[in-house]
């Protein structure tokens, strides 16, 4: 009996790659999205009647870039770009898997480049080579999903006006990019870690995607790089509680109550390889001191043996490369554990009167949690209210829930 073919699955797993090759094939974004499109339809009418292909990645290419072809014929605009594409595809083998996984990077590098609009270039990528939905990359950047679409239309725009290469710079023209390229890959990653929508917290496809563009890129660079090794530190170190992060019925589990058995330890010993190599440089890069905060947790044996005074060190540091409100925001829960919620709560009222975060779901959660510790339970409750109102994510939700029902029954007693 065939097992039955499940499109949705290949789609969920290649897309975004086999469109990244079409994009580099066909040379036009909107072009390439209505060929990947044409070839799923395809593969819908043909595999469950002839089976699925040996190598799926590569005939959804092939489709692709035939329909494509064929699209321009039918509507009479064989042209000398139509013509082109004819003659590479009778020239060409088909394309190997191996190609077609590198051409994600080469991607990311287009949409990186310094000609794209610098605040479309993380957000086009996102778009392009994850398929992230427009809400889900305006929850990133804080951010209107209508401002962050114009930003997209634009950016792709002008990749088409000046006919940007689809390549991987130069070793040399490297660093211009790496900083959009190294924050495209960590969005990626902290969306598949903490998805900003839908009903699982975990999208373990994009976690893997990140951390394999983060392998690509340090094989890429001549030398190894300070930020590359941090930011693939960070992440191995991030995803090694992956399995402890949620439970059977896919509830967040906060660190403090992880079955820490279930944490990783192969990703947290190179994760930690990775940071003592770094620690051993004369200077520390954000990424490399966000990496050696996450090794402070993963060599813990307990929540109690967490060192909170080396982290709000680390923190300290952290603020001289990266001043954000983020970074404040997790300096102070930080703080919190070190000194108590008062002085924690402190903090974030610094960042609340400085109107900053005041959009993000993490920082009213924060602040709710350090005022439930401290008895203020009305308060708590709206800044949980508050927070819940912002949260898009199923278990984000019931955990935000779960915290009002506590604090309900505490009132009651």
């Known amino acids: 009996m065939t097992r039955p073919i499940d499109i949705e699955a290949v789609w969920r797993t290649e897309s975004r790659r086999v469109l990244a090759t079409l994009i580099r094939l066909l040379r036009d974004f909107d072009r390439a999205e209505e060929a990947l499109n044409d070839a799923f339809l395809a593969a819908a009418e043909q595999w469950p009647r002839d089976g699925m292909p040996a190598n ?57 480049h310094p000609q794209v609009p610098a605040d479309a270039r993380i957000a086009m990528t996102l778009r392009e080579t994850c398929g992230l939905m427009t809400e889900e990359i305006a929850a990133a950047f804080l951010a209107k999903p209508t401002a962050i679409a114009q930003r997209i239309v634009r950016a792709k725009n ?12 130069e070793p040399q023209d490297l660093a211009e990019r790496l900083d959009a390229v190294l924050r495209t890959v960590y969005l990626i990653f902290n969306e598949g870690y903490a998805a900003s929508h839908g009903d699982n917290l975990l999208r373990a496809d994009l976690c893997a995607e990140a951390i394999r563009l983060g392998r690509l890129l340090i094989a890429l660079l001549p030398n190894p790089d300070a930020e590359v090794e941090g930011l693939l530190a960070l992440m191995l170190l991030q995803h090694s509680r992956r399995d402890a992060r949620t439970d059977a019925a896919g509830d967040l589990v906060l660190i403090a109550d992880q079955d820490r058995r279930l944490w990783d330890r192969a990703e947290i010993a190179e994760g930690i390889a990775l940071v003592n190599r770094l620690m051993a440089r004369p200077e520390l890069t954000a990424y490399g001191i966000e990496a050696a905060i996450a090794a402070q947790h993963a060599i813990a044996a307990s929540p109690e043996a967490t060192n909170w005074g080396e982290i709000v060190k680390l923190y300290d540091l952290l603020l001289r490369a990266d001043a954000s409100p983020i970074v404040m925001l997790n300096r102070a829960v930080a703080i919190a554990m070190r000194d108590g919620p008062e002085a924690g709560l402190s903090e974030i009222e610094t960042i609340r009167q400085a109107g900053a975060l005041t959009e993000f779901r993490y920082l009213h959660a924060a602040r709710a949690d350090l005022l439930r510790r401290l008895g203020r339970t009305e308060e708590a409750r709206a800044a949980y209210v508050a927070a819940l109102e912002l949260t898009h994510q199923a278990a984000e939700q019931r955990f935000l829930e779960g915290r009002l029902r506590e604090l309900g029954q505490a009132q009651q007693q």
């Open 56 to 112: 799926p990645r590569a005939w959804l290419v092939s489709a692709g870039r035939f329909k494509a072809i064929d699209r321009l014929r039918r509507k009479a605009r064989f042209d000398v770009v139509a013509a082109e594409l004819a003659l590479e595809e009778e020239a060409q083998m088909p394309p190997e898997a191996e190609s077609i996984a590198d051409d994600q990077l080469r991607l990311i590098f287009v949409c990186c």
């Open 158 to 169: 002008r990749i088409r006006e000046l006919e940007l290469p689809y390549e991987v710079p």
